[in-house]
């Protein structure tokens, strides 16, 4: 399958649609039903003890499938996320930044089903796993 | 079982160990092994299109099984998030303050599992569910 | 909302569609968006130590949420389970069946949301929760 | 990390504590935290329109991070499956049988947590993948 945005066009749509949050990722790298996403961890994101917290770490899974799916189907149809599983596995490192590897792993024209494994930049060890679903909205409805 | 914080203590610990969100979240109502809480929606909270963010939601489940979690064991034994599995079932009522009623179905020594339901106050059908599993580290490990 | 099914007919419904697996279910009581679901616990439930399976446990929670869909929408529309989350919380009782009270949270035209929680008859405790998602095929796409 | 148990010891141990299933599972290759296995399809697994069953796909997912589990750690320590997230994406292919491709995410002393790729045998596309927790008990308490 072709991809239908890039990860410049990607860039944009964060910038445009989730003005809030887009600075806190970084797109890296971009391929057929998958891409890998940087969270710029800063203040925001701790807890007490300098560990990140569970919300930042759900928030970069999310919007990490998001952008893999969108970079699959274009920015019309706007998928709604309607699940998402995690399992927290060990504290990330203080200090570090966390990389989202997602990938596609059902692309239907009703749902979306992806999964995400977060590590700390630096260190191999996951510190998260998610699987994340999506509907996509009947075509004429998006928007 | 008896409750081994009250209400006003878990305010406490709340605002004196997440000082970052703890302004977010009002403790309205707690019980044996189940609390309420409201997330005071506001600006950070939101979406495009007013809708509340999930990791907003996230964010509001975990606060509440967490604290309902402290409520019956005492806050010297810090529990650990090791999973959440959630549903996005509805749009949030826009400018609606969000409420979690969240219970505990287990409270072992070593694994807690309770559940959340979340509504948009004044708005009986849920807009969210989570599970969330907690780890209780050994006694004489915590913090 | 008005039941499109009775507790009789999802009862024949089981037994034509589901014949390896009916005999197992006992279906107790059925209301708006809720039912109970008895599995009689034998030999093929359990595993060393007399407890029942997991699989015997998804099993029960998946009919379940099925049968007070179909109660809500009728039999033509045949949904498909799209995914499950579940805790395994307590050893079921050795010898004791197993009581599923299910209830609906969303029942959305294209997505069903519900949850289970499961309990060995007789004692309160419950021994797993589970939340189940099911696809509805569009109308005219089914069986 | 040493594997504690071969696939041959893998056999012995599920044939004679899990006598009732052991027939329909081929453990097929194992590596360090890793296995794969086969569930051979019969009729016992099939639902109507000759697609296999949610509780049988559970099943392997679950026996299979199980064994994955025990070779790391071996047989005395009884892991306790303590949760699933599974999402169904594919309708299995007819007649084939499954194969489970599992991998341990995380080897703690008290949790382990993997995942699970299923696909139909020849058939690349995945029909579900599942994420399984366990606890581990503490040494002494076992069997």
Avoid: W
């Avoid at 569970?54 to 189907?73: E, H, K, N, Q, R």
């Avoid at 274009?74 to 997602?102: H, N, W, Y």
């Amino acid at each position: 399958m072709e991809l239908k945005m890039t990860l410049e066009e990607l860039r944009v749509f964060l910038d445009r649609e989730f003005p809030q949050v887009a600075e806190d990722f970084v797109l890296e790298d971009l391929g057929e039903m998958r891409i890998r996403v940087r969270l710029r961890v800063n203040e925001r994101h701790l807890r007490p003890g300098g560990t990140v917290s569970g919300p930042s770490m759900f928030a970069l899974a999310d919007v990490s499938v998001y952008l893999a799916t969108l970079a699959m189907i274009g920015p019309q149809a706007l998928a709604v996320t309607t699940g998402c599983s995690i399992d927290f596995m060990r504290k990330p490192q203080a200090g570090a930044d966390l990389i989202a590897e997602a990938r596609i792993l059902k692309l239907g024209r009703v749902l979306v089903v992806g999964d995400v494994l977060i590590h700390s930049r630096g260190v191999e060890a996951p510190v998260a796993r998610a699987s994340m679903t999506y509907s996509i909205p009947p075509a004429g409805q998006a928007g």
